[in-house]
C-alpha cells in the first residue's frame, strides 16, 4: 500500500498521536552556542538556530524522537519549522539547507524504521511559513510592497520539499499557517516537486489563528480557509499553535463540521504566562483534548508550543480506545471564500 493508504487504514481503526515541538526539548538540552555550530564554520552566531542542530548535534534530535516515540506518538514531524532559505538567512546558513532537511529526515526515519513493534508511524517534513508574508506589506507607508514575490516563495518549498522527500519523508506538513497565500504557494511547490519525481506527495496543512475570533494574519476565517485550500485534497487538516485546547475548543469543532478529510489538531500547552513559558501541565491537556475525542472531533492529536512527551504520553493514554472522528460526507455545494465563506447550495 501507499503511505496514504497505510495512513488512511491506521486512521480508521482509532485516533493517532502527533509528535510535540523540538525546540523546548533542544532548549532542554541547554546547547552552547559552540554546540549549535560545531564542526561548521558560520560568520555569524548560530546560538538558537534549532534547525542547525540536525546536522551539528543528530543525537540530541534523535533522543528527541525517540522519547515521542516512546510517548506514543504515530507521526513524527521534521525538526525543520525554520529550515527554508528564507529564513535561514537570518543565521547565513542558508547554502546549508538542503543538508539540514536531508538530515533532519533520515534522523526522524532512521527513529521510526527502528521500531519493530508493527505499530504505524510516519515521517512528516515540517515546513513552516517562513518569516515573510505574501498578503500584506511590511511597510506602512506602501500597501503594496511585498519583500518577496511567490514566485521566490515557491522556489524556496520545492528546496526544502525536495530535500525532506529526499531523506525519507513520506508526507510534507505544511504548518503554523499565518498568510494563506505563503501556504498556496507551497501547495504550488508540491504540485512541482511531484511532476518531477513522478510520484505523489501527499500533503498535511495545519492553520495557526492570531485571535479568538478565529482569523489568520491574513485575514481568513477557519472556514474561508478549508475553502481555499480544499481543492490540493489534503490528507490532514486542522489548526495547530495560536492557544491553548480550551481556546482552541470553538475552532476544531467548526473545522470537524465542514472538512471531507482527515482533522489534526495540536494546541500549545495552555497560554504563556508573562515570562512566555508555558504551565499547562500534561493531565490538563489531556483532559480538554480527550473531551474533543469524546465528541468525535479528532482524528490526530498532538501538541504545539510549550508541550513535551510528557503531555503527548497524557494525550495518547487520555484518547487510547476511543473511536476516531467520522469523516463527514460534505453536499456538493459551490464553497467560495475570499476573507468570509461564501456557499451556493446545488
Known amino acids: 500500500m501507499s503511505k496514504r493508504e497505510d495512513f488512511v487504514s491506521a486512521a480508521k481503526r482509532g485516533i493517532l498521536i502527533k509528535d510535540g515541538p523540538y525546540g523546548t526539548e533542544i532548549q532542554r538540552a541547554k546547547l552552547s552556542p559552540e554546540d549549535y555550530s560545531a564542526g561548521i564554520l558560520l560568520e555569524q552566531d548560530q546560538k538558537g538556530n534549532n534547525d542547525l542542530v540536525n546536522l551539528t548535534q543528530p543525537q540530541v534530535i534523535r533522543k528527541i524522537c525517540d522519547s515521542y516515540i516512546d510517548a506514543g506518538a504515530h507521526i513524527l514531524a521534521t525538526n525543520t519549522f525554520n529550515a527554508n532559505r528564507i529564513s535561514q538567512a537570518d543565521y547565513g546558513a542558508e547554502a546549508l539547507v538542503h543538508e539540514i532537511n536531508v ?17 504505524p508511524r510516519f515521517v512528516a517534513g515540517a515546513v513552516g511559513p517562513t518569516n515573510k508574508t505574501l498578503s500584506l506589506s511590511p511597510d506602512v507607508e506602501d500597501p503594496g510592497f511585498r519583500e518577496v514575490s511567490f514566485d521566490e516563495i515557491v522556489e524556496v518549498y520545492v528546496e526544502q520539499c525536495r530535500a525532506l522527500v529526499e531523506g525519507g519523508a513520506d508526507f510534507i506538513l505544511i504548518e503554523t499557517v499565518f498568510d494563506t497565500l505563503n501556504c498556496k504557494a507551497a501547495i504550488m511547490a508540491i504540485r512541482q516537486l511531484e511532476r518531477e519525481l513522478g510520484r505523489e506527495i501527499p500533503l498535511m496543512i495545519s492553520l495557526t ?24 485534497k489534503p490528507l490532514t487538516i486542522g489548526l495547530n499553535c495560536s492557544f491553548g485546547a480550551e481556546q482552541l475548543r470553538p475552532h476544531v469543532q467548526l473545522l470537524s463540521d465542514i472538512a471531507d478529510t482527515w482533522l489534526m489538531a495540536y494546541p500549545n500547552a495552555g497560554l504563556p504566562n508573562d515570562l512566555g513559558e508555558y504551565d499547562e501541565v500534561p493531565e490538563t491537556t489531556a483532559a480538554l483534548t480527550k473531551v474533543w475525542a469524546q465528541n468525535g472531533r479528532v482524528n490526530v492529536l498532538g501538541g504545539c508550543c510549550g508541550s513535551t512527551p510528557a503531555h503527548i504520553a497524557a494525550m495518547a493514554a487520555a484518547v487510547e480506545g476511543l473511536s476516531p472522528r467520522a469523516v463527514p460526507k460534505v453536499a456538493p455545494d459551490m464553497h467560495l471564500a475570499g476573507l468570509e465563506p461564501f456557499t451556493l447550495a446545488a
Do not use: C, K, Q
Not at 485571535?211 to 494574519?217: A, H
Open 103 to 119: 538530515a533532519a529526515a533520515r534522523i526522524i526515519r532512521d527513529a521510526v524504521d527502528a521500531r519493530t513493534d508493527g505499530v
Open 209 to 232: 489563528l492570531t485571535d479568538l475570533s478565529g482569523r489568520n494574519l491574513s485575514g481568513h476565517t477557519v472556514e474561508a480557509f478549508w475553502y481555499t485550500v480544499r481543492h490540493a
